[in-house]
């Protein structure tokens, strides 16, 4: 069994020379960065993650960024000190993404890129990160279940997974796919297939599953004015969901 949608994988391997450009087709991935990386940070020290060095706060944190792409977000664990290891189903963003590390020295010790799947990579490190990053991947994936499974599976017990996603309404359809990907185009055409969208309460009724008590469910927003991400009460477009994996008895 795979998680893995080939078409998919296509699709957004194509992008592959455009993933650094700020400006370009992904331009909303990079503003979207800073928010998630806030929601990581929060909810890593909300979960008891002690943060001593100000300047590198997640020093000596494990984290595995499922989907990474080209590294938008690994990247930006990595400067605050994480040790993050990225990995993709697509040589090709894996490619972009290592070529693009070695730009910035500080972080080459850091970071680890890998192609590879979530299923995969689980049977491989089991229970050794301390927190998992899937963040604009779950809606991709051929089998959500499977996927956030895997994913549970590579965190140590109390450890932390945080998901970024869009909701399964009509409200997502018509943001996301309607305005976003046909009339405005700020996202590539063909990016999003609406039946992949997944609600936050399947999400959490899956991770309750597996021993993943979720701790945080809440909508996100952005203001076009000021590109700018925040949280938001309303949860019908996108939303983040921030669970901890259940200590077993007498550890």
């Not at 957004?12 to 503003?31: A, E, M, P, T, Y």
């Not at 706060?57 to 977000?73: Q, T």
């Not at 076009?224 to 008895?249: D, E, M, N, R």
């Amino acid at each position: 069994m795979s998680t893995v949608d080939s078409k998919e994988i296509e699709h957004i391997s194509v992008f592959k020379n455009d993933w650094w450009n700020g400006n370009g087709s992904l331009s909303d991935l990079h503003l979207y960065a800073p928010f998630r990386i806030k929601f990581v940070r929060d909810g890593l020290a909300n979960a008891g993650v002690q943060m001593q060095n100000s300047v590198l706060p997640l020093e000596g944190v494990k984290i595995v960024d499922v989907g990474c792409g080209g590294g938008i977000l690994t990247e930006r664990l990595a400067r605050i000190g994480a040790q993050v290891t990225g990995i993709d189903a697509s040589a090709e963003l894996i490619n972009a993404a290592k070529e693009h590390a070695k730009l910035d020295p500080n972080i080459l010790e850091r970071v680890n890129y890998i192609q590879t799947t979530v299923e995969d990579f689980s049977q491989k490190e089991r229970e050794s990160y301390d927190a998992v990053v899937a963040s604009e991947v779950l809606e991709h994936v051929t089998d959500a279940q499977l996927f956030l499974k895997k994913c549970v599976e590579i965190m140590k017990p109390g450890g932390s997974i945080f998901i970024t996603t869009e909701n399964r309404t009509v409200a997502s359809w018509l943001v996301v796919i309607v305005a976003a990907e046909y009339i405005f185009k700020r996202i590539p055409l063909g990016t999003h297939e609406w039946n992949k969208f997944i609600t936050p309460y399947e999400i959490q009724h899956i991770l309750d599953n597996y021993d993943c008590k979720t701790r945080l469910i809440h909508g996100v927003k952005i203001n076009p004015l000021l590109k700018q991400w925040s949280w938001s009460s309303c949860t019908a477009v996108f939303y983040g969901l921030h669970a901890i994996k259940q200590k077993k008895a007498g550890t």
